[in-house]
């Protein structure tokens, strides 16, 4: 779960029972990680009972009051400082947490309700979050809008007290298990085209909410393509000011990028963990001794433990009160190209059985989807691409990318 600022520095806690509370809670509801856990799960399937796995989980942690660590204690969180969740953090790396459906709710859509929220919003969907009883999903991309999500076209036009919602998403994970989502739409299409747009809560189960899954190449069918036919949306619905969507956007999209680089330590596992698959292939292949197979083990794991430390200063950032900046786009790059060269070497290990192995064999069928798989962590929150162009233009100091629409009404761009 992603750290977020607190009202309450409920620093009363004593932080070794609270080590010990964890451990004690995670013995009992969590499973301790085998050797071959390390496999990243994106767009992997969530199954019914995954899905009430994850559910009971949560509810479990919400009453051991572990969940929700950093929100604010008004609106069902533990209002404790961010170090809190750094020994979480520390203590869950030895299991396997059944709570992947709610990355995207506390990682990004939460906290942009809390900073961007109403009272009243805040008093209604936090708490239920954080019990886990209402899943989130981010609807900002579209068929003509990824990495410049700006460009989007999805409307959404004042009636009364309501908006009507018209358009489509694409690539919205878990929306067919959601029960919110945060969506982004046009509001003012006189307006530049980051000025016109803004965000709400919407119910994922209104009238006029179609979702259609989308088959990826792992065989998995997590993300949605979903449609807006005349969906009416209660004003009250509304993050930040009409117009605000952008700068709301921008909590959403900073903190997916934390999310998904610095998202979760495994900084107390065993140090050769992330390697683990690895080892195991090169032991059953009798390769250990391979000078050239010891020297890209020693590669990968050197990246790793390089991009634990990387997470580590961005935690550390975030938990002294401060907003993290390009960081947040080193982590998620690096994290997509260690992705892609775990990909590789766990199939030259793995040799002829990385793509035809026994019915069964899942150590072998492994790099195989791992290579199906990785591709995903570089466009998933941004592609590499853009990422490169942040470092680039914020930690290099290179010239801004030549933007020709940027102060044209969005009614008078030409659409293809
Ligand atoms: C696993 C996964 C989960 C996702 N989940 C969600 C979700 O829950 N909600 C959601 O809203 N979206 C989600 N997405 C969508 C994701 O945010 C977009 O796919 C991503 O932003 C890229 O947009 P695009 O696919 O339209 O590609 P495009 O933006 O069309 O890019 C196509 C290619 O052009 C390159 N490119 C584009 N612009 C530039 C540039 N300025 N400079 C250099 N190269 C450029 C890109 O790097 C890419 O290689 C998910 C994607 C994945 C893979």
Same mark, same amino acid.
């Given at each position: 779960?992603?750290?977020?600022?607190?009202?309450?520095?409920?620093?009363?806690?004593?932080?070794?029972?609270? #080590?010990?509370?964890?451990?004690?809670?995670?013995?009992?509801?969590?499973?301790?990680?085998?050797?071959? @856990?390390?496999?990243?799960?994106?767009?992997?399937?969530?199954?019914?009972?995954?899905?009430?796995?994850?559910?009971?989980? &949560? %509810?479990?942690?919400? $009453?051991?009051?572990?969940?929700?660590?950093?929100?604010?204690?008004? +609106?069902?969180?533990?209002?404790?400082?961010?170090? +809190? &969740?750094?020994?979480?953090?520390?203590?869950?790396?030895?299991?396997?947490?059944?709570?992947?459906? +709610?990355?995207?709710?506390?990682?990004?859509?939460?906290?942009?309700?809390?900073?961007?929220?109403? /009272?009243?919003?805040?008093?209604?969907?936090?708490?239920? =979050?954080?019990?886990?009883?209402?899943?989130?999903?981010?609807?900002?991309? $579209?068929?003509?809008?990824?990495? @410049?999500?700006?460009?989007?076209?999805? !409307? %959404?036009?004042?009636?009364?007290?309501?908006?009507?919602?018209?358009?489509?998403?694409?690539?919205?994970?878990?929306?067919?298990?959601? &029960?919110?989502?945060?969506?982004?739409? *046009?509001?003012?299409?006189? &307006?530049?085209?980051?000025?016109?747009?803004?965000?709400?809560?919407?119910?994922?189960?209104?009238?006029?909410? !179609?979702?259609?899954?989308?088959?990826?190449?792992?065989?998995? =069918?997590?993300?949605?393509?979903?449609?807006?036919?005349?969906?009416?949306?209660?004003?009250?619905?509304?993050?930040?000011?009409?117009? /605000?969507?952008?700068?709301?956007?921008?909590?959403?999209?900073?903190?997916?990028?934390?999310?998904?680089? %610095?998202?979760?330590?495994?900084?107390?596992?065993?140090?050769? !963990?992330?390697?683990?698959?690895?080892?195991?292939?090169?032991?059953?292949?009798?390769?250990?001794?391979?000078?050239?197979? #010891?020297?890209?083990? =020693?590669?990968?794991?050197?990246?790793?433990?390089?991009?634990?430390?990387?997470?580590?200063?961005?935690?550390? =950032?975030?938990?002294?009160?401060?907003?993290?900046?390009? /960081?947040?786009?080193?982590?998620?790059?690096?994290?997509?190209?260690?992705?892609?060269?775990?990909?590789?070497?766990?199939?030259?290990?793995?040799?002829?059985? %990385?793509?035809?192995?026994? /019915?069964?064999?899942?150590?072998?069928?492994?790099?195989?989807?791992?290579?199906?798989?990785?591709?995903?962590?570089?466009?998933?929150?941004?592609?590499?691409?853009?990422?490169?162009?942040?470092?680039?233009?914020?930690?290099?100091?290179?010239?801004?990318?030549?933007?020709?629409? *940027?102060?044209?009404?969005?009614?008078?761009?030409?659409?293809?």
């Amino acid at each position: 779960m992603t750290v977020t600022s607190t009202d309450h520095d409920n620093t009363a806690v004593d932080e070794d029972g609270f #080590r010990t509370r964890i451990r004690e809670f995670l013995d009992n509801h969590a499973s301790r990680r085998a050797a071959d @856990d390390e496999l990243s799960d994106i767009g992997g399937p969530v199954p019914g009972q995954a899905l009430a796995a994850a559910r009971a989980y &949560q %509810a479990a942690l919400y $009453e051991a009051g572990l969940a929700a660590l950093t929100w604010p204690q008004e +609106y069902g969180g533990q209002g404790l400082p961010s170090r +809190y &969740q750094t020994i979480f953090n520390e203590e869950a790396a030895d299991f396997v947490i059944p709570d992947g459906i +709610y990355t995207i709710g506390f990682g990004m859509c939460i906290p942009t309700v809390l900073a961007h929220g109403s /009272e009243a919003n805040k008093q209604r969907y936090v708490r239920p =979050a954080a019990r886990g009883e209402e899943v989130w999903c981010q609807l900002f991309s $579209e068929p003509a809008a990824g990495s @410049d999500v700006a460009s989007l076209r999805s !409307t %959404a036009v004042r009636d009364g007290d309501e908006w009507i919602l018209n358009g489509q998403k694409v690539w919205t994970s878990g929306a067919h298990y959601c &029960q919110y989502g945060i969506v982004l739409a *046009r509001t003012d299409p006189d &307006q530049p085209k980051h000025k016109g747009l803004s965000m709400f809560v919407m119910d994922m189960r209104a009238p006029g909410v !179609t979702i259609r899954p989308l088959r990826q190449m792992n065989g998995s =069918a997590n993300f949605n393509e979903v449609f807006f036919d005349s969906v009416r949306v209660p004003a009250d619905q509304i993050l930040g000011e009409p117009g /605000e969507g952008w700068r709301v956007a921008l909590t959403t999209l900073m903190n997916e990028r934390v999310a998904i680089g %610095a998202g979760r330590s495994t900084e107390k596992t065993s140090p050769l !963990t992330p390697i683990a698959l690895h080892l195991e292939l090169a032991h059953r292949r009798g390769l250990v001794d391979d000078p050239l197979v #010891r020297q890209d083990l =020693a590669d990968l794991l050197i990246r790793y433990w390089v991009l634990d430390m990387v997470g580590l200063r961005i935690r550390g =950032a975030v938990a002294a009160g401060r907003v993290p900046g390009p /960081e947040g786009s080193v982590a998620k790059l690096s994290g997509a190209l260690l992705n892609r060269r775990a990909a590789d070497v766990a199939c030259r290990l793995a040799g002829p059985a %990385a793509t035809a192995w026994s /019915e069964g064999d899942n150590e072998a069928q492994r790099p195989n989807q791992m290579v199906l798989v990785a591709p995903a962590a570089g466009i998933a929150g941004g592609t590499n691409e853009v990422m490169r162009n942040i470092l680039g233009e914020r930690v290099l100091g290179l010239p801004k990318e030549p933007s020709v629409d *940027r102060d044209i009404p969005f009614r008078d761009l030409p659409h293809s």
